[in-house]
C-alpha cells in the first residue's frame, strides 16, 4: 500500500515536473517569438525610416516650408536660426541611416531636419561675380539676432553671432559671403566692424574705360571711318585681356567702385560700344573669349532683343536724341538745350524700353550742367562722356571718362591704355 502511494507521489511529482518544464518552455518559445518579432519590427520600422529619410535626400534639397537651422552639441542639435521656404541648398555626401535625421549643408557647419527638405533637380543659381572682388581688409561681427537678405527678402535669421569679411559697403548695411552667395546684413544687426588682414592683393587705383563703335568682319568693306575696327583688331585686343586675366566690369560695378563700395583687381576695365550699328558682330567674340560689355544703344534705331547676350549689358544713349546741329556747340547735342519735358520724355522712354538701365552716355559725349540736371531727374545714376582718360574713385558719377579706341590704335597703344 504504502509503496502505491510513494508510486502515485513519484508520478504526480514526475507530472508535475514535467508541466512546469514545458510551461516554462513554452514561456520561453513565446519569449523568444516574441522577441524576435520584436527585433523584426524595430527592423523594419528602421528600414521604412531609412527609406523615408532617403526620399528626402540628395546633393541638392529645396526647403519646403520655412524651417528651423541647427548646430550639433554632443549628440544633441540646438536649433539656431530659421532658412525660408523655397530656398535650394546643396548638402554634404553622406551615407543615409535611420539615424539620419538631420542633413549637413554643405561648407558649413549647419544642419536641417530631412523633413524640411525634398529633392530637386533645380540647380542652385548663384551670381558669383562678387567673387571677383577683392575683400575689405574689414570683418562684421553680426548681433546675436541677424537677418541676411538676398533682393530684400530675408533668406536666413541667425540666433548667434557670425563675423565675415565685407565685400561690398552699402549706405543701409554690408554684404558677406554666406553659404557661398553675397547676402546682404542691415546695419542694425551689425554689433562692430573690425580690422582683419583678408587679402593682401593690390587693388586697382583706376580703371580704363574703353569706348567701340563699329565693326566689321573679314571680307566686309563698307566701314572705313577711324572709330570701325575690323575683327582681327577686336580679337587681338581680346585675347590680351584674356591671357592677362581682366575682370571685365558691368556698369553698376564700375559705379560702385567709383562711390568706394567695392575694391577690384588691378586688372580691371569696362568694355563700351556705342549706338548699336554692327554691334551684333561683337556678340560671337564676347562669348567666345568670356568677356562682358556694355552697349550704349540708340533704343528707338534697334530692338535691344537683337543684342540679347549674357555677356552684353544693354545701356542708354538716349532713345531718340543721337541728332547733330540742334543746339549750339560741338557737334549740337539735343540735350544741352531742348524742352525739359521733351528731353525727359525720351530718357525715360529709353529707361523703360531697356529695362530700367540707370546708365547713360551722352550723345557725341557732349553735356552741360542742364544735360545733366536731366539725366538724374530721368532717374540715371550715372553718365559718360570722352576724357581719354581712366576713372576714378570719387569722380563726378555724370561725367565719367572714356578711351575711344579707333582704327589705328595698334596693340602697344591699346596695351599702355588698359594697363
Request: with cysteine; proline share 3%.
Amino acid at each position: 500500500m504504502r509503496k502505491k502511494r510513494r508510486l502515485k507521489k513519484s508520478v504526480l511529482f514526475v507530472i508535475i515536473v514535467a508541466t512546469a518544464v514545458g510551461s516554462l518552455s513554452f514561456f520561453c518559445f513565446l519569449r523568444v517569438k516574441h522577441d524576435r518579432d520584436i527585433k523584426r519590427q524595430v527592423k523594419e520600422e528602421r528600414e521604412e525610416l531609412k527609406q523615408d529619410i532617403t526620399k528626402h535626400y540628395s546633393e541638392t534639397v529645396k526647403t519646403l516650408r520655412k524651417a528651423s537651422l541647427y548646430e550639433k552639441a554632443g549628440s544633441k542639435y540646438v536649433k539656431i536660426g530659421d532658412i525660408s521656404k523655397d530656398e535650394i541648398i546643396n548638402l554634404e555626401k553622406e551615407k543615409i541611416t535611420y539615424k539620419t535625421k538631420y542633413f549637413l549643408i554643405k561648407d558649413l557647419d549647419i544642419y536641417i531636419s530631412y523633413k524640411d527638405v525634398s529633392k530637386t533637380e533645380e540647380e542652385r543659381q548663384v551670381d558669383l561675380r562678387y567673387k571677383n572682388y577683392l575683400p575689405y581688409n574689414l570683418n562684421v561681427i553680426s548681433k546675436d539676432d541677424v537677418h541676411l537678405y538676398r533682393d530684400d527678402k530675408v533668406v536666413y535669421q541667425l540666433n548667434k553671432k557670425i563675423e565675415a569679411p565685407i565685400i561690398v559697403k552699402d549706405d543701409a548695411g554690408y554684404y558677406i559671403d554666406y553659404l557661398g552667395e553675397l547676402l546682404f546684413i542691415p546695419k542694425d544687426d551689425v554689433l562692430e566692424v573690425k580690422d582683419s588682414k583678408n587679402t593682401d592683393k593690390e587693388e586697382a587705383s583706376s580703371v580704363p574705360v574703353t569706348c567701340y563703335h563699329f565693326i566689321y568682319l573679314e571680307g566686309d568693306t563698307s566701314c572705313n571711318e577711324l572709330i570701325c575696327h575690323h575683327e582681327n583688331q577686336i580679337k587681338e585686343e581680346f585675347q590680351y585681356l584674356k591671357d592677362n586675366n581682366y575682370f571685365t566690369l558691368t556698369t553698376t560695378e564700375l559705379r560702385l567702385f567709383i562711390e568706394d563700395k567695392i575694391r577690384l583687381p588691378m586688372n580691371s576695365i569696362l568694355i563700351t560700344i556705342d549706338d548699336g550699328a554692327r554691334a551684333e558682330n561683337f556678340i560671337p567674340l564676347l562669348e567666345s573669349y568670356k568677356i562682358n560689355a556694355t552697349l550704349f544703344l540708340v533704343s528707338s534705331w534697334y530692338p535691344a532683343e537683337k543684342f540679347a547676350s549674357s555677356y552684353m549689358e544693354i545701356a542708354s544713349h538716349t532713345h531718340n536724341l543721337h541728332t547733330p546741329g540742334v543746339c549750339p556747340g560741338g557737334q549740337g547735342s539735343p540735350l544741352k538745350c531742348a524742352d525739359r519735358d521733351e528731353l525727359l520724355s525720351d530718357l525715360k522712354q529709353s529707361r523703360e524700353t531697356l529695362n530700367n538701365t540707370e546708365a547713360l552716355c551722352f550723345p557725341f559725349y557732349e553735356y552741360n550742367d542742364y544735360a545733366i540736371s536731366i539725366a538724374k531727374e530721368a532717374g540715371f545714376k550715372m553718365a559718360f562722356i570722352g576724357g581719354m582718360r581712366k576713372a576714378t574713385k570719387g569722380i563726378d558719377l555724370y561725367k565719367i571718362p572714356r578711351i575711344s579706341v579707333h582704327s589705328d590704335t595698334s596693340l602697344d597703344t591699346y596695351i599702355n591704355y588698359v594697363s
